[in-house]
């Protein structure tokens, strides 16, 4: 094995995802713990077995020791880059972790409180178990700090307890390594691009001259298109009604992790699984996705004043033609535009950041 170089870390709620690259950023390992507090799983270069993490912690553990038995130590490595959900509006570019950059990671915790938390805890059991190793962190919603005011702002009033409260957008690692690698197959990147990372989350992102102008996700990753289990768009008055009906609670798990594509087909939130179901409430959620995600592209490139290529990536938009053909042929009043699939490469594109720092 080459020297290792870069770890690059996604600590989620119930999984931590790491990839291990040398300094040519030639992916060396991958290891993820998933099922964390549940039915946990540790897949090793693509091996997967059972293995109880009753929490982080315990998974993170299970990560170092299995680090150790490929002879990989912390202490060598020449950094840690964390893939960050949220910097806020200050933090709009990759940055050695400070005790600052931490404090101001923190200081976003109300904006991604399922996020943000669990990044945090990953830094500090870093820095805990390789003081001396230098710790990065990306963040998704960097690459749509170019969205201009009009674009991002609410129609709030200005006033300090509303600072904050505006669109942020989220994939933006998905969205700059979209950008990073489609002229491997365009030569010149397209002008006016429409870039859709379709996964469990789901989001459209307008890159004009390779930088976000606007999105589909908003002040949260719950705004936008149908995803796995998010609603998506909703009138905030609806929202105001679930609030009263159900409590905060209720709503937001409702929200969150109740709606979408397994609300809609009361079945499944995975593409696959509905694609094969031929139920017609599965059908009835593969249309409400496709669907949408034609009326939120219709606004994108009206924020481009046109389009030039659309670039599919995420699980849904690289594997399933299906879906792909579905978007395309609501599209058919725009002409015919290039498609593209553009592989996701969130982990590469972060190891590459940390490396332009090291
Ligand atoms: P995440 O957003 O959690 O990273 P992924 O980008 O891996 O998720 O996307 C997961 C989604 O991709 C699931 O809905 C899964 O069913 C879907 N998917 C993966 N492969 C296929 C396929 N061959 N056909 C249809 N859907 C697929």
Known sequence: MNKPSILVMNAGSSSIKTALFDGALSELLRIEATGIGGAGQLEVAGK???????????????????LEQHSITLDTLDGVAHRVVHGGT????????????????????????????????????????????????????????TIPPIAHRFALPDHPKLNGVRRYGFHGTSYASVVRTLPEQTQTLPARLLAMHLGNGASLCA?????????????????????????????????????????????????????GLLGLSGLSADMRTLEAAQ??????????????IAR???????????????????????????????????????????????????????????????
């Not at 997967?48 to 299995?66: G, R, V, Y």
């Not at 390789?130 to 700090?145: E, I, V």
């Not at 936008?224 to 905030?236: F, K, N, S």
């Open 48 to 66: 997967k077995h059972s293995l109880h993490m009753p929490d982080n912690a315990a998974a993170l553990a299970n990560i170092f020791e299995t």
């Open 279 to 292: 139920t017609p409430d599965a059908q009835f959620a593969i249309d409400h996705f496709c669907y949408w």
């Open 207 to 259: 890159i004009l001259d390779g930088r976000s102008v606007a999105t589909t996700m908003g002040y949260s990753p719950l705004s936008g298109l149908t995803m796995g289990t998010r609603a998506g768009e909703i009138d905030a008055g609806a929202v105001l009604r679930l609030v009263r009906m159900f409590g905060v609670d209720e709503a937001d798990h409702l929200l969150h992790n109740a709606s």
């Open 90 to 145: 200050t933090l709009t570019q990759i940055q050695r972790i400070t005790p600052e950059v931490r404090d101001e990671i923190a200081t976003c915790i109300p904006l991604a409180p399922l996020h943000n938390p669990h990044h945090l805890a990953a830094i500090d059991a870093m820095s805990a178990a390789a003081p001396d190793l230098p710790q990065f962190a990306s963040f998704d919603t960097a690459f749509h700090a």
């Open 296 to 358: 939120q592209a219709g606004s994108l490139v009206s924020a481009m004043g046109g389009v030039d290529a659309i670039a599919f990536t995420g699980g849904i938009g690289e594997n399933s033609a299906l879906i792909r053909n579905a978007i395309t042929d609501h599209l058919q009043w725009l002409g015919s535009i290039p498609t593209y699939v553009v592989p996701t490469q969130e982990e590469l594109y972060i190891a590459r950041e940390a490396q332009t720092l090291i």
